[in-house]
T-cell receptor
Framework: DGGITQSPKYLFRKEGQNVTLSCEQN?????MYWYRQDPGQGLRLIYY???????QKGDIAEGYSVSREKKESFPLTVTSAQKNPTAFYLC????????????FGEGSWLTVV | GNSVTQMEGPVTLSEEAFLTINCTYT??????LFWYVQYPGEGLQLLLK?????DKGSNKGFEATYRKETTSFHLEKGSVQVSDSAVYFC???????????FGRGTSLIVHP
């Protein structure tokens, strides 16, 4: 089935560690996005990418990094510079043109221990 | 720039009550409008969408009409169920930017 797969579903990070969240899509979408969601809050855009080997910072990029080496993959690294990383992370993808639906993965929970 | 404003939640209803969740927007150009639903601990799922003025999106008993004159896209359902309890997000994508703009979300709680 076509869709977006995020892994892992749950991840625990120790202080000072970098962790990487995986996002893979088989929808042949050009654009991919990473959002952060804090409990009871809306979505905040971290990074987005419209094509392979190109990505742009969103509203809260500090302490995060991404890569887009393949069309279907858009991993997010939460670095030790992100001081408050505990949150729910959502990956999404879409065809670039504006009228098309944005599809979401099931999300990944990251907790600092 | 683009923006989406949703009514504050939580919205608390009894089963079989009528639901309205208000959504208004500002956008450049002619946006496409979406409603997404998020169940606890899950990602967002598309509920319905409308791509031009006066279009009505509908799905699972939910409806929303694209009103250009009032820049609104209110979500309605005639009779809610406990299983409709979730967070609902209004969103738009405008020709000026392919980046989607989301509202803050409205939590719906339906009691038996």
């Amino acid at each position: 089935d076509g869709g977006i797969t995020q892994s892992p579903k749950y991840l625990f990070r120790k202080e000072g560690q970098n962790v990487t969240l995986s996002c893979e899509q088989n929808l042949n979408h050009d654009a991919m996005y990473w959002y952060r969601q804090d409990p009871g809050q809306g979505l905040r855009l971290i990074y987005y990418s419209q094509i392979v080997n190109d990505f742009q910072k969103g509203d809260i990029a500090e302490g995060y990094s991404v890569s887009r080496e393949k069309k279907e993959s858009f991993p997010l690294t939460v670095t030790s510079a992100q001081k408050n990383p505990t949150a729910f992370y959502l990956c999404a993808s879409s065809i670039s043109t504006s009228g098309n639906t944005i599809y979401f993965g099931e999300g990944s929970w990251l907790t600092v221990v | 720039g683009n923006s989406v404003t949703q009514m504050e939640g939580p919205v608390t209803l009894s089963e079989e009550a009528f639901l309205t969740i208000n959504c208004t927007y500002t956008a450049t150009g002619y946006p496409s409008l979406f409603w997404y639903v998020q169940y606890p601990g899950e990602g967002l799922q598309l509920l319905l969408k409308a791509t031009k003025a006066d279009d009505k999106g509908s799905n699972k008993g939910f409806e929303a009409t694209y009103r250009k004159e009032t820049t609104s896209f209110h979500l309605e359902k005639g009779s809610v169920q406990v299983s409709d309890s979730a967070v609902y997000f209004c969103a738009l994508r405008s020709g000026g930017s392919y980046i989607p703009t989301f509202g803050r979300g409205t939590s719906l709680i339906v009691h038996p």
